[in-house]
């Protein structure tokens, strides 16, 4: 059966940590996978999430199975935690959420959904997280790409992007960053966002917006405003939603699909099509990060603990952003870095082509990912200068 079976290269973001690892070098820099950082380059345990699950496991009494939208109490959960409690949304029952082993689970299953509904294209901004084209084709997705992003201005290409999106129709389906934009940093605005809910209206297709850093760009209410607005301007949208990185759970592969209908009924029905394919596929998603999640939210006391430490992580980002872009200028840089400040989330692009992500990784232990993204949880006080240098270096060279 193997006999001639291909030996694949690693992924291009989880392959970069193995990289990173095996790199005896006291000064190498790892700027890779998604993941946040504190000070001292470690991804703790949320002390929330620490004390949720020490609640869930001294009162959990059976390993059986759960259902297969996931743990008892984590959809409506998190459907509060994206609509707001007072949400039209969710008093009109439109809303449902399906538990899944991550985000990526639940992109699967949405590229599924869509598929199985007949979906004819998938349409992307370019560039895209790395792992969405295989993910979703993977689905069985045609999928399509549209510019997303100037490299020259280091900034969204709006005209470029609504014109891509100004040819898709009913059976067309648009995945939107929902905050954070995967590898950019470079959101919509809400005017931008707001001219795209016209565009969906007008012309019928659906958006699917992918959130895996809700809580990362200005705070829990402002990011979700795409999700809200979309929800309350269309008759149908989904959502993909992660709680890796807002919730630190990256490894208990936790996340949901968040299905909005034009009516509860129709909610109801695509959630029923949705847990019939998750049922052929892994059947149930793991319970324990959900329940998790489910117990901090249900929580006063830790809720409000999860929301500081998440501001915490946040603020430490932006800061980190500040401090790249004026080390950069302290080196002579001018402004060339300086529009890392101003954009979203753990992840910025260097300006850099492949050859000099190279040399950067090469010559000066410094992991960029392929295209030039950066983590900015990877950058502190004591690495910011020699990974300006190494910039210089690589650019300049
Ligand atoms: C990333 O983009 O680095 C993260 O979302 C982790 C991953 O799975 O690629």
Redesign the pocket.
């Known amino acids: 059966m193997f006999q001639d079976t291909k030996l694949l290269p690693p992924d291009p973001?989880?392959g970069l940590s193995k990289l990173y690892q095996d790199d005896a070098r006291s000064e190498k820099i790892d700027l890779?996978?998604?993941v946040y950082r504190d000070l001292s380059g470690a991804t703790p345990v949320m002390k929330a999430v620490a004390r949720a699950e020490a609640n869930v496991m001294a009162a959990q009494k059976t390993k059986a199975y759960t259902p297969v939208d996931g743990a008892p109490g984590f959809g409506p959960a998190i459907l509060n935690l994206v609509f707001g409690e007072d949400s039209p949304v969710l008093s009109s029952g439109r809303a449902a959420a399906v538990q899944t082993p991550g985000g990526?689970g639940a992109l699967r299953l949405a590229g599924e959904l869509l598929n199985s509904q007949g979906a004819e294209s998938l349409t992307l901004g370019e560039p895209t997280?790395p792992?969405h084209i295989p993910l979703l084709s993977a689905a069985g997705l045609k999928l399509n790409s549209i510019p997303y992003y100037d490299r020259d201005a280091n900034a969204v290409d709006f005209d470029a992007f609504k014109a891509g999106a100004a040819k898709l129709g009913p059976k067309d389906v648009l995945l939107v960053h929902g905050c954070c934009h995967?590898p950019t940093g470079a959101d919509l605005s809400t005017a931008q966002i707001d001219e795209i809910a016209a565009m969906a209206n007008a012309q019928g297709f659906l958006p699917l917006i992918d959130t895996?850093y809700h809580g990362f760009a200005k705070d829990l209410d402002a990011d979700v405003y795409m999700i809200r607005k979309f929800s309350a301007a269309l008759p149908e949208v989904l959502v993909t939603y992660s709680c890796s990185k807002n919730f630190g759970l990256y490894r208990e592969r936790t996340g949901a699909l968040i299905i909005i209908g034009e009516t509860a009924d129709s909610a109801l029905a695509v959630k029923s099509q949705a847990t019939s394919l998750a049922r052929r596929n892994y059947s149930m998603p793991p319970a324990h990060g959900g329940a998790i999640v489910a117990e901090i939210l249900s929580n006063p006391e830790l809720t409000a603990m999860w929301k500081d430490e998440l501001a915490e992580m946040a603020e430490r980002v932006r800061g980190n952003r500040r401090l790249l872009a004026k080390t950069a200028q302290d080196f002579g840089l001018h402004n060339r870095l300086s529009f890392i400040a101003e954009q979203a989330g753990m992840f910025s692009l260097m300006p850099l082509n492949e050859d000099q992500i190279r040399i950067m990784r090469e010559d000066h232990g410094v992991y960029v990912v392929g295209g030039g993204r950066i983590?900015l949880c990877g950058v502190n006080e004591s690495n910011v200068e020699h990974l300006i240098r190494a910039y210089k270096a690589a650019t300049e060279a």
Request: proline letters at 0%; hydrophobic letters at 45%.
């Open positions: 973001i989880l890779g996978v998604g990526c997280w792992n995967n895996a983590n």
